[in-house]
């Protein structure tokens, strides 16, 4: 099995500046391990803690299972009871599990770019633990981005040309944000759907406005993205129900979908709003897929981390 070139960075924090190869390297790299390609072996122990200060299922439980195959010694960490809660900074919480040891810092954080005032430090305040972004406030989400496009290659084996449609709550959403960036730069065409308020003319340079059953019938992915309805409660004219028949994926939006097309979903799945409840493991469906993926995917990342840090001794 061919081993796949190993991207390098000192942290993992946004795609906007990754090339187009670092991209497919990372894809390549991910597809090595899952196809069950030798796990590096670091000579010296490398420690791993994951700060979730926002919940979450699919991405912290990934990203600790993507550390525990690479052989990371994970850190448990809780906000509600750490030092957070007595006001200590997210540097100062930093500072303390670096000087205990900790190599990695996996962080998903409600402010965006929060990371800009850890790596941006001037001296003497520093940082030399390696830090991975699992996902800023509305602005990015590298990793669900990076699967997603591993998912979409593993079924077209190209970008070129793909039309992929991005539906939902758009504005709110670091998931769009991400995917349309790495979308266009690999030759998509894209386009958004879902409730006109809920688009923005930030998004009018990587694709179109179009009503979701105008282009449902070309498109090659459509990717739903979670209603988020904490953010929503107080739009009096908002309904899962009214959504569900205006902009959701219904069985009889799901029969006029191409032969080969997919559905993809981050997750978590609002049943009944985004999509049907009988779609979400339906032929055309790709959301465990994803969840398999970002396994893989992150295993790629952290490691991009640990060689650009010249950590674990190799």
Known sequence: MEVAKIVTLQHFLTVKKLQVEQVESLIARATFFKNGGAVPQFETPLYAANLFFENSTRTHCSFEMAERKLGLQTIPFDPSTSSVSKGETLYDTLLALESIGVNLAVIRHSQNEYYRDLVELTPPQKLEMGIVNAGDGSGQHPSQSLLDMMTIAEQFGSFTGLKVVIVGDLT???????????????????????????????????????????????????????????????????????????????????????????????????????????????????????????????????????????????
């Open 172 to 314: 709110n959403s670091r998931v769009a944000r991400s995917n349309m960036e790495l979308l266009q730069r690999l030759g998509a065409q894209l386009y958004f759907s879902g409730p006109r308020c809920w688009y923005s003319e930030e998004f009018a340079a990587y694709g179109t406005y179009r009503p979701l059953d105008e282009v449902l019938p070309q498109m090659d992915v459509v990717m739903l993205l979670r209603v988020q309805h904490e953010r929503h409660q107080a739009e009096a004219d908002f309904s899962a129900a009214s959504y569900h028949t205006k902009y959701g994926l219904t069985e009889k939006r799901y029969a006029q979908l191409k032969e080969k097309a997919i559905i993809m979903h981050p997750g978590p799945i609002n049943r009944g709003v985004e999509l049907s409840s009988s779609l979400v493991e339906a032929p055309k469906s790709r959301f465990t897929t994803q969840m398999q993926n970002g396994v893989f995917m992150r295993m790629a990342m952290l490691e991009s981390v640990i060689r650009g840090r010249h950590l674990g001794g190799r």
